[in-house]
């Protein structure tokens, strides 16, 4: 017989397990909007740039 310990490993590994491709699914989610973002702000540096440039 398991003890109680085991078994409550045994359910953690299976959740985790359950939930492994739904947390790399959100976290490939996360990285499109990030590198989405970061190319938004490397955009508006450049427009940041050129107005500066033009000031001067």
Same mark, same amino acid.
């Given at each position: @017989? *398991? /003890?109680?310990? +085991?078994? =409550?490993?045994? &359910?953690?590994?299976? %959740? *985790?397990?359950? *939930? %492994?491709? &739904?947390?790399?699914?959100?976290? /490939? @989610? =996360?990285? !499109?909007? =990030?590198? !989405? &973002? #970061?190319? @938004?702000? %490397? +955009?508006? #540096?450049?427009?940041?740039? *050129?107005?500066? =440039?033009?000031?001067?």
């Amino acid at each position: @017989m *398991l /003890a109680q310990g +085991d078994r =409550l490993t045994g &359910y953690r590994c299976n %959740a *985790l397990r359950l *939930l %492994a491709p &739904y947390v790399k699914k959100k976290l /490939a @989610m =996360l990285q !499109k909007q =990030l590198d !989405k &973002y #970061a190319k @938004m702000l %490397a +955009d508006i #540096a450049k427009v940041e740039d *050129l107005t500066v =440039l033009e000031k001067t």
